[in-house]
């Protein structure tokens, strides 16, 4: 065999060697894909229009007191909260259903980069969703005093702003956390839904698992926040209930994607 | 440029690949020949980053490809032509990889161009992509950092012979740059063309390796009579052995001058006389990949040998 033994050349290439790709670059980059296919894009519709359509729905079939921008608010982060988690799920697992993941991770090698990219690209969306979301609330309030006999009331408590996008994110990143740990877009769509809905039942249905209730369902734990009304040891059982059903399967999922084999 | 040394990995009691070594040299193009499940995949994914080997080492320029900076830049590769969205155009999945690479946007129309796929190919979704369209856009993700190194696998499969004739110029000008191509490939002549150098794998190891032209060459001498007989005795009584021959044809260690000289000195009349060329490398090449799973070939020995 040809055994050539040229000078190497990191002199050469060392003053000149790009840069690896920076954090930010790489959230941008998980952001766009999150949106340039057909099943983003139309999920992202989805979400916009099934915002605006629970206000005017509140608007016009709701007749108690909640017909505020706070009211509003917390309304639309129904929709918000059930469907982005699905992009959320799909910005990891499409890697796998579409087999992308080997184009990406032999642009990043170091695959910790590209996850973390996910996780900040998924809080991005949360963010962004709960921005939609007030916009259809402001909408809903505009139009709260022409179509009724209430006043537009446009308090809002930070408290509420603050706990609602801390609620979107840990939804989403939920998803996220499913996508990694099964690294399939169906199952983890339906275990996402599926589960946390079994376990919610089944813990209000059996009363000697109100603890589990009060300290590892998500969906219960997490109740006050929509209202801005958590309380000390309600961020307790949030904690609790985040761990097992947010870092348990991400950590679990982020160690399998780093050892596996890709390809 | 690329060099892969003693590069072993098991799945279980399963060997993949077993002590695997071989280097590329810029400059130069080099087939990696073997049948399918050889471990050709395995060796390049190893050389990749997207497995660990369970010993041994495949580095780029020195360095582990986890720890390039910015890989692409580097090592362009591709493979798997299937291993982009269904749902992006040529276009959108470029620009994605660019913006990871930190390369301008203008040149994924470069690439774009350079792959023939500009135009309206690049603005279709990748579900109305035929396979060698696939193959292309894989080898312009694989060229948009403008790397000094590619590694290809099976690069040729569903490109029809004007693609890969057009794929060979493009590796041939890529090397002569300076550039350092490793490409697989389970055919023989699909390679033997454009690459410098031929490493062969078979049950995970390597059968034989060098230049094409050593592995090409052969050695003696093919010939062919009208009276197959008849050049038998004849080369018999010049004490020339006969070392086998398919068809009517007559293969010897001698040399074509001395056949020649027999032939005429008995009056035979040949159809042909040449140098035995690759006839070695096809044969071990022929015998490789006809491997049937029930194992009835000499390969076979091979593979049984790398699972034990």
């Given at each position: 065999?040809?055994?050539t ?10 003053a ?27 999920l ?16 016009f ?8 921008f ?11 909260g059930v ?15 579409q ?5 990406t991770?032999?642009?990043?090698p170091v ?22 979301a ?21 308090s ?11 609620v ?18 169906p ?14 039942i ?6 000697a ?25 309600g ?9 097992l ?14 050892r596996?084999e890709?390809? | 440029m690329i060099?892969?040394d ?25 087939g990696?020949l073997?049948p399918n ?8 994914r ?7 080997p ?5 580095v ?8 390039l ?7 362009g ?22 913006a ?14 350079q ?31 403008d790397?000094?190194?590619?590694v ?5 499969n ?12 493009l ?13 697989s490939?389970?055919?023989l ?5 454009v ?28 010939v ?17 052995a006969v070392?086998?021959g ?12 001395a056949?020649g ?32 799973p029930?194992?009835t070939v ?11």
């Amino acid at each position: 065999m040809t055994t050539t033994t040229l000078p190497a050349t990191p002199d050469r290439r060392a003053a000149a060697e790009p840069a690896a790709p920076s954090l930010a670059t790489l959230t941008r980059v998980e952001l766009r894909k999150s949106y340039d296919t057909r099943a983003g894009f139309w999920l992202l519709v989805v979400i916009g229009l099934a915002s605006l359509a629970v206000v005017l729905l509140q608007l016009f079939f709701d007749d108690g007191p909640n017909r505020t921008f706070a009211g509003y608010f917390a309304t639309t982060q129904l929709p918000v909260g059930v469907l982005l988690p699905v992009l959320g799920i799909l910005l990891v697992t499409s890697e796998w259903s579409q087999r992308t993941a080997m184009t990406t991770f032999t642009l990043v090698p170091v695959r910790s980069r590209v996850l973390t990219a996910k996780v900040l690209a998924a809080s991005v969306l949360a963010v962004l969703g709960v921005a939609a979301a007030s916009v259809a609330a402001a909408l809903g309030t505009l139009l709260t005093p022409l179509f009724t006999e209430n006043a537009a009331d446009w308090s809002l408590s930070a408290a509420q702003v603050g706990q609602v996008v801390i609620v979107q994110v840990i939804t989403v990143l939920v998803g996220v956390a499913f996508g990694m740990l099964l690294l399939s877009s169906p199952l983890a769509i339906v275990l996402y839904f599926v589960l946390p809905t079994v376990v919610t039942i089944l813990v209000n249905a059996v009363g000697a698992l109100d603890w589990v209730r009060d300290w590892l369902d998500l969906t219960s734990t997490t109740v006050p926040m929509y209202e801005g009304a958590l309380d000390g040891q309600g961020w307790l059982q949030v904690g609790t209930s985040v761990a097992l059903w947010g870092a348990l399967p991400m950590v679990a999922g982020w160690l399998r994607i780093e050892r596996s084999e890709i390809g | 440029m690329i060099s892969v040394d003693s590069l072993t990995k098991r799945y279980g009691a399963q060997v993949a690949v077993s002590d695997v070594s071989f280097s590329c040299p810029p400059g130069t193009v080099t087939g990696f020949l073997g049948p399918n499940g050889a471990g050709k995949s395995t060796t390049l994914r190893a050389l990749c980053g997207l497995t660990t080997p369970t010993s041994g080492s495949a580095v780029v320029g020195g360095r582990r490809f986890r720890d390039l900076p910015n890989a692409g830049r580097t090592v362009g590769v591709l493979l798997d032509a299937g291993a982009q969205h269904a749902g992006r155009t040529g276009r959108e999945s470029l620009r994605l990889s660019a913006a990871v690479l930190g390369v301008p946007r203008t040149r994924v129309d470069e690439v774009l161009e350079q792959v023939g796929l500009a135009g309206r190919p690049a603005d279709k979704r990748l579900r109305q992509y035929s396979l060698g369209m696939r193959q292309r856009l894989g080898l312009a993700t694989a060229l948009l950092g403008d790397p000094q190194v590619l590694v290809l696998d099976e690069p040729a499969n569903g490109l029809d012979p004007e693609g890969i004739f057009w794929m060979r110029g493009l590796l041939r000008g890529f090397a002569d740059r300076g550039g350092t191509v490793l490409l697989s490939s389970h055919l023989l002549r699909e390679v033997e063309a454009v690459a410098d150098q031929l490493v062969v794998i078979a049950g995970g190891r390597i059968v034989a390796a060098g230049t094409t032209q050593e592995l090409l060459a052969g050695s003696g001498t093919l010939v062919r009579a009208r009276d197959r007989a008849a050049l038998a005795a004849a080369l018999a009584a010049a004490g020339i052995a006969v070392g086998g021959g398919s068809g009517d044809a007559l293969v010897t260690d001698a040399t074509a001058d001395a056949v020649g000289e027999a032939a005429a000195a008995a009056g035979v009349v040949l159809r042909e006389l040449r140098p035995a060329g690759g006839e070695g490398l096809e044969e071990l090449f022929r015998s490789l990949t006809a491997g049937s799973p029930a194992g009835t070939v000499p390969a076979a020995q091979q593979v049984q040998e790398a699972r034990a």
